[in-house]
T-cell receptor, first 110, second 113 residues
Framework: GQQLNQSPQSMFIQEGEDVSMNCTSS?????WLWYKQDPGEGPVLLIA?????ELTSNGRLTAQFGITRKDSFLNISASIPSDVGIYFC??????????FGAGTTVTVRA | SQTIHQWPATLVQPVGSPLSLECTVE??????LYWYRQAAGRGLQLLFY??????ISSEVPQNLSASRPQDRQFILSSKKLLLSDSGFYLC????????????FGPGTRLTVL
């Protein structure tokens, strides 16, 4: 699959802070997805984006599908301890497969 | 509602032993099914996917094989495990329609000793 560059690789944040992470690609995607994975569990879908420029929120989470269709970002507002985990971006073209970023590990300091 | 199951949840196997991991989906028909492997602290590597019964596409050459004997059943197998087969194995499904959201199972932690 296509290469996705996800950054940052990891972050330590204070409870209450806002968090931002992003993914970029040299390829165009039709769909961008953001997942969260807790230790020892499968990833859970947070937000799905289908249109260039689309901005979608899910509670304290906000994600955007970049205008060029080659990037996406995820924001978490007012971090809480349960936001700890690994966040993955994923992009899809016209086939049945997703390309995943390497993940952003979030650790919250209480 | 749709649910996805994987078993076993954890498995410890000796090198050279066979492997069979099972994934089943409930509440949907004709899903696309996927097997991923995740090494410790790493991202997700797609191993196999299937768009229908008996249809398997392999993404990377490896020691593993997959089969889909029933519409909502996906099996990952090996005849002889290697140390490098250790990892966290995830099954996922999509509806196969325009909505391409993949939903993951709880995973199987495999340790090969």
């Amino acid at each position: 699959g296509q290469q996705l560059n996800q950054s940052p690789q990891s972050m330590f944040i204070q409870e209450g802070e806002d968090v931002s992470m992003n993914c970029t690609s040299s390829s165009i995607f039709n769909t961008w997805l953001w997942y969260k994975q807790d230790p020892g569990e499968g990833p859970v879908l947070l937000i799905a984006l289908y249109k260039a420029g689309e901005l979608t929120s899910n509670g304290r989470l906000t994600a955007q599908f970049g205008i060029t269709r080659k990037d996406s970002f995820l924001n978490i507002s007012a971090s809480i301890p349960s936001d700890v985990g690994i966040y993955f971006c994923a992009g899809q073209t016209n086939d049945y497969k997703l390309s995943f970023g390497a993940g952003t590990t979030v650790t919250v300091r209480a | 509602s749709q649910t996805i199951h994987q078993w076993p949840a954890t498995l410890v196997q000796p090198v050279g032993s066979p492997l069979s991991l099972e994934c089943t989906v409930e509440g949907t028909s004709n899903p696309n099914l996927y097997w991923y492997r995740q090494a410790a602290g790493r991202g997700l590597q797609l191993l196999f996917y299937s768009v229908g019964i008996g249809q398997i596409s392999s993404e990377v050459p490896q020691n593993l094989s997959a089969s889909r004997p029933q519409d909502r059943q996906f099996i990952l197998s090996s005849k002889k495990l290697l140390l490098s087969d250790s990892g966290f194995y995830l099954c996922a499904w999509t509806s196969g329609t325009a909505d391409n959201e993949q939903f993951f199972g709880p995973g199987t932690r495999l340790t090969v000793l």
